[in-house]
């Protein structure tokens, strides 16, 4: 009897072995079926997106912005349907509102409309469509990333410079960059983020990341003699 017991004891340890070599063959296996077709076919996906009619009419080229809305909308000087001009909605960054029709400016909108306007105003800009994110929003906006006449990323730049918040609503393909510039504006205090409150925050960044004004330091107060 004892003799039996050892040898299912042996046989059940001999199956999970086997059932754990599969296991990892059929992981392994997975890991080279996506190297040699999966991943070529993503890609494809991704070519698709900017080779739809948004991204052949805009991906890669170049216009001039006639005119601004606020800091994080403006118009471009190609006509879209039945408008003059295409509508832009910048990816990934939310500047303070200061054309709502409900509410007065939020703090620190003006500052960044005046900073989009120095930075885009009758300036050419280069229109990248994301791999991501839609192309268009609720409103018929196109959204896409802006590249500046200097070569820098617009988004980058609003961000880096504290005239934005990262957009943490949608995915895009700059999600993470985007909310690691804003992390460090945050402990930087540039920009909004040197004296803007929580309850002056957008609703949806209350929602998303309420403690992030927990992360910037005090300011600095000491006061420098010779």
């Not at 960044?112 to 105003?121: G, N, R």
Request: charged content about 30%; some cysteine; hydrophobic content about 35%.
């Amino acid at each position: 009897m004892a003799k039996n017991k050892k040898s299912r004891r042996a046989m059940s340890k001999r199956g999970r072995d086997f059932f754990i070599i599969l296991a990892i063959a059929i992981a392994l296996l997975a890991v080279a079926i996506d190297k040699t077709a999966l991943k070529p076919m993503r890609r494809r996906i991704v070519e698709s997106k900017q080779r739809g009619p948004d991204g052949q009419k805009y991906h890669g080229k170049t216009f001039t912005v006639v005119n601004i809305v606020d800091g994080d909308t403006f118009d471009l000087n190609i006509a879209d349907g039945e408008n003059s001009t295409t509508r832009i909605r910048p990816l990934g960054v939310d500047t303070p509102e200061t054309v709502h029709p409900k509410y007065p400016p939020m703090y620190y909108g003006p500052e960044a409309t005046d900073y989009t306007k120095s930075l885009v105003l009758n300036k050419n800009v280069t229109i990248e469509i994301d791999t991501v994110s839609k192309s268009r929003d609720i409103y018929g906006r196109l959204l896409c990333f802006v590249r500046l006449n200097d070569g820098t990323d617009f988004g980058v730049t609003l961000l880096k410079n504290g005239y934005a918040y990262a957009d943490l609503r949608f995915e895009h393909g700059r999600y993470d960059q985007y909310t690691d510039l804003q992390l460090k504006a945050v402990k930087q205090r540039t920009g909004l983020w040197n004296k803007v409150e929580k309850k002056q925050f957008p609703k949806w960044l209350k929602q998303k990341y309420p403690t992030i004004l927990e992360l910037r330091p005090e300011p600095d107060n000491s006061v420098h003699s010779n």
